[in-house]
């Protein structure tokens, strides 16, 4: 970029004021006060605009500063310019505002893309990069602190990424920034909570696997059903044996019997009575005694007949044979009586004995064959009362049985017990194992979603490694031709005392020849300032990429003040050897205009009134 | 004889951790088998097959409560269960002491058994797998070799999740069928006679195609299967989805391009969505919306930031950015994806941190 010329139609004490610029070398004189600050000021704000408001509490706040409060409407100006071999005319009104521009071609036609042009005119730098390059103030120390401070800065970003916009640490660390970020959705604990789960997982099924919660239940109740079968077959038993029972005892109750005593008693007494009425009916049956009284009464009405027959008869033996026959009478009539009376007995006997074996035997006979009947009979009702009566022994026995039974299957109704409290228990384990595993499947998300992340954070630090790897080859390339074309200007402008110079990674700057190599602390004040001159017109060049010597006008704003002749005159040899651009030089004295014109160096010189 | 062979019905398994439908997923495994059983009645199945994993663990005694009552509700049909793997019988099993209901056959012998069904003219080999226990496809198959039986109809059921050892054994035994579960996919071996019927629902991503169960017929004359086929029951489909993404392309025409292509697929299935393509990198896709509304299981984005490398290397020839690019661009070798992850962070970083020139004011 080269200025063609300047015209200020208000900017602070200036009004209306043109100046036609050489594309070579300006010297730019004018007293103090005469306004060098301000067209510096003004350049300034034609390149890069004005901050409305300043930036900093306490700040200048230049925007004010330079309104004309005479003739405040205007404010601005315009500069003509040309820049890879085009012309340009760049105006801005500060009125409508500090950033306003507008960018006219060379035939006044009006550019939309005024601000891409301009940005690239100045080789894209910014007002603070411009200013702590190509704008050069009073080179002195005291004054050059700030300005080195913030080359420094500005030569470490130039160093480290090759552009003062771009920084490789806050790269990095902004980088560290989003693996922090990452690092904190980032579950560390996952896979020791995962292998904590799979080991509570293991010892849940070898407690399911032990034999203590083997599953019999069905076994049990199995078992439970036969008992209880058996145990109804005894119940069935026993009740069917007591029905018996019962049935015997009202048969025999019936038939009068207590017990096998009564049995045997009744049998006894029937057999005897039996007895007894056959020889009492034998007894009265016997021809004697039925022939008694048929034989004393024909006794007798054989007497008496022949009382009457032999009539006649003395009396004595009448009397006598009277006598017989009432005698025969009287025992034919008793013998009657006692016959019939014996009858009868034997008939009562009869009747009842007959009642009695009808009742025991189904037949009142009285025959010789009652007794075996009656016997026969009898043994029955012994063979019951022995059988379904006399059962205690029996009876016991299936109660034991019982009793057996029923322990047992109380016995199965506990294993029973017990095993649904096994299986409750297993069931609670099932359960558990089943949330278990389902924490583990939602571990396995989380820990592919951590691989993932962890992918995200390998990423990062591959990049930094990457970016600082690379930064630190740029920042010696960059710093190695930074110290190099540094070198090559400082020599020049120290007329070769100097000619080797050393930005180290910490940028400390570090004068070397030949026997030492000298911090730069430790040298005079104008050595410092001819290094940081060189330094910055290496920078330049750096800044503007490749091998340029500068295309951007170079400022110098009383920057010669503390040189003797001999320094001017060198340094400023070396800037007009050293850079190849346009150069302003603002100065309050003749010295360096003599100086450009000893030595034969061709300028423009132009003096502000 | 009409049957039904279904398997690997995985009740209870959790294929959905940690999604917002995981719950939903698990009821609607248990719904495809109550459609199953509602078929069943529906086309007069007389035989039901299971061929193992109906629970894809132990099941307690709720879980075998709430499938009995199932089983319960069509008693016309006899329901011959193996176990598999998931939910093999082990000693300390619920299942061991649980009453099913009379229709339901299982055998806890830990031998192949041999249930008949003389009313269906029908002999059903099964072995079920058991915790500890060796015996398999060999033993089945010494089972029904051994046997002769008077049913025309044999059928057998078995887990066997190899299916050259299920043909091996198998395939010469005389079996009008072979039930066969333990794959996720269905397969037909020996022109139908050996069927796999894969899962009844698909369980995760890369268990796609159809799921569901095999309906067959077997003549009750002859004993061959006279026809077979294939009936989808699975209530979802897991698909993969990718979506193209460009330099223009905006969060809300994404979501609503993504919503559409859902939509046209089928809103309750599962998908895989991948994003590929070159995105602005100012843009990051944000999918909270569409995953709050479909059931997407994993997003996968393979987009790359469209950075203008040849721009940034040409804007930035001497610089560290300029620099970092080219150093990228000459290797020739394809980058692997934490490198170009690494390039996107690298790039990303310098472009949001490159203001910090500023702070120099």
């Known amino acids: ?168 640490d806050a790269a990095i660390s902004y980088l560290d920034a989003e693996k ?70 009202a048969l025999l109750s019936e038939n009068g019997f207590a017990d096998r005593h009564s049995i045997d008693e009744l049998e006894d007494r029937l057999l005897r009575e039996q007895q007894l009425y056959l020889r009492k009916k034998k007894s009265s049956e016997s021809m004697v005694k039925r022939a008694v009284p048929v034989i004393s009464l024909v006794v007798a009405a054989l007497c008496a007949g022949a009382g009457f027959y032999f009539t006649g008869l003395e009396d004595i033996y009448f009397a006598g044979i009277m006598g017989a026959a009432l005698l025969m009478l009287i025992i034919s009539v008793t013998a009657g009586a006692l016959l019939r009376k014996k009858r009868s007995e034997v008939r009562k006997l009869n009747e009842e004995l007959s009642a009695e074996f009808e009742k025991h035997t189904g037949s009142g006979e009285l025959d010789e064959d009652a007794a075996s009947r009656l016997h026969e009979r009898m043994e029955g009702f012994r063979r019951i009362y022995d059988t379904d009566i006399a059962t205690s022994g029996e009876e016991s026995a299936i109660s034991d049985r019982m009793i057996e039974l029923g322990r047992r299957r109380s016995d199965c109704q506990e294993d029973i017990y017990r095993q649904q409290g096994i299986n409750r228990g297993v069931e609670e384990k099932l359960l558990k194992l089943n949330a278990l595993r389902n924490r583990v499947l939602e571990l396995r998300n989380i820990i592919a979603e951590n691989n993932r992340l962890k992918d995200r954070m390998d990423a990062i630090d591959l990049a930094k490694e990457e970016l600082s790897a690379l930064s630190t080859e740029l920042r010696s390339s960059v710093g190695a031709r930074l110290n190099q074309e540094a070198g090559r200007i400082l020599g020049k402008v120290t007329g070769g005392a100097y000619s080797r110079l050393e930005v180290t990674d910490g940028m400390e700057i570090f004068i070397n020849t030949r026997e030492r190599s000298i911090p730069l602390s430790s040298l005079s004040m104008g050595t410092m300032d001819q290094v940081y001159l060189a330094l910055r017109l290496s920078a330049i060049g750096l800044i503007e990429g490749g091998g340029s010597r500068g295309s951007l006008p170079l400022f110098f704003d009383d920057s010669f003040t503390l040189y003797d002749d001999e320094r001017l005159g060198t340094a400023l040899r070396t800037v007009t050897d050293s850079y190849e651009g346009q150069l302003l030089i603002f100065t309050c004295q003749h010295r360096e205009e003599k100086a450009l014109s000893d030595m034969g160096i061709a300028h423009k010189y132009i003096e502000l009134a | 004889m009409r049957f039904i062979h279904l398997g690997d019905v995985r009740l209870g398994l959790n294929a959905e951790s940690g999604k917002r439908w995981e719950q939903d997923r698990r009821l609607e495994i248990f719904d495809t088998l109550r459609r199953t059983v509602r078929k069943a009645e529906e086309i007069s199945c007389e035989l039901m097959l299971i061929s ?287 490198e170009l992850r690494a390039m996107h962070y690298g790039i990303d970083a310098l472009l949001r941190t490159s203001g910090s020139g500023e702070s120099m004011k």
């Open chain 1, 1 to 168: 970029m080269k200025l063609n010329h300047i015209h200020i139609y208000g900017f602070g004490k200036f009004r209306d004021l043109q100046i036609d610029l050489s594309e070579d070398i300006n010297i730019i004189y004018g007293r103090n006060e005469a306004g060098k600050s301000t067209l510096h000021a003004f350049l300034m704000a034609m390149f890069f605009g004005m901050d409305e408001k300043p930036a900093r509490i306490g700040k200048e706040d230049s925007y004010s500063h330079y309104r004309n409060w005479q003739d405040p409407d205007i404010y601005g100006g315009e500069i003509g310019f040309s820049h890879g071999g085009r012309s340009y005319v760049l105006r801005r009104d500060f009125n409508l505002g500090g950033k306003h521009m507008e960018l006219y071609a060379a035939g006044g036609e009006k550019l939309p893309e005024g601000e891409k042009i301009l940005s690239e005119a100045l080789s894209s730098l910014t007002e603070s990069a411009y200013r702590s390059t190509a704008s050069i103030g009073q080179l002195k120390a005291a004054t050059g602190r700030e300005m080195i401070r913030e080359l420094k800065r500005y030569v470490d970003n130039l160093s480290s990424t090759g552009s003062p916009e771009l920084s490789a």
């Open chain 1, 180 to 249: 922090g970020r990452i690092e904190k959705e980032y579950d560390k604990d996952a896979v020791k909570t995962y292998a904590s789960l799979i080991g509570q997982i293991k010892n849940l099924e070898g407690e399911l696997a032990s034999s203590d919660n083997d599953n019999r239940l069905r076994d049990y109740r199995d078992l439970r059903e036969s008992v209880e079968a058996e145990l109804s077959e005894a119940e069935k038993e026993l009740s069917e044996l007591r029905e018996r029972r019962e049935r015997a005892g």
């Open chain 2, 52 to 338: 193992g994993d109906l629970f894809s663990h132990q099941p307690v005694t709720s879980e075998l409560e709430e499938v009995n009552r199932l089983f319960l509700s069509i008693p016309g049909t006899e329901i011959v269960i193996v176990t598999g793997r998931g939910d093999m019988i082990k000693s300390s099993s619920p299942v061991r002491s649980f009453c099913w209901a009379p229709n339901v056959h299982l055998d806890l012998s830990g031998d192949p058994s041999c249930f008949r069904f003389p009313r269906l003219s029908t002999a059903v080999y099964a072995m079920s797998v058991f915790e500890h226990s060796k015996k398999g496809t060999k033993e089945l198959a010494g089972l029904i070799n051994e046997d002769s039986p008077e049913e025309l109809i044999r059928i057998g059921l078995i887990w066997e999740p190899s299916p050259e050892k299920a043909a091996e054994q198998l395939s010469d035994s005389g079996l009008s069928y072979a039930a066969l579960g333990g794959r996720d996919a269905h397969e037909e071996l020996e022109e139908g006679r050996l069927c796999y019927c894969g899962g009844l629902e698909p369980r995760s991503m890369s268990d796609g195609g159809p799921h569901g169960i095999y309906i067959g017929d077997i003549s009750s004359a002859s004993g061959r299967l006279i026809k077979l086929e294939f009936l989808p029951m699975a209530s979802v489909t897991y698909m993969p989805l990718a979506i193209n993404i460009n330099k223009s392309t905006k969060q809300e025409e994404l979501a609503s391009l993504i919503a559409s292509e859902i939509e046209k697929r089928g809103s309750r299935n599962i998908y895989r969505l991948r994003l590929y393509g070159r995105r602005d990198p100012g843009f990051e896709p944000d999918l909270h919306g569409i995953e709050e509304t479909y059931r997407i299981s994993e997003v996968v984005d393979e987009t790359e930031p469209q950075y203008d490398l040849e721009g940034i290397s040409e804007e930035h020839p001497y610089d560290l950015l300029g620099y970092y690019v080219n150093h990228l661009r000459r290797d020739k070798r394809e980058p692997s994806e934490l």
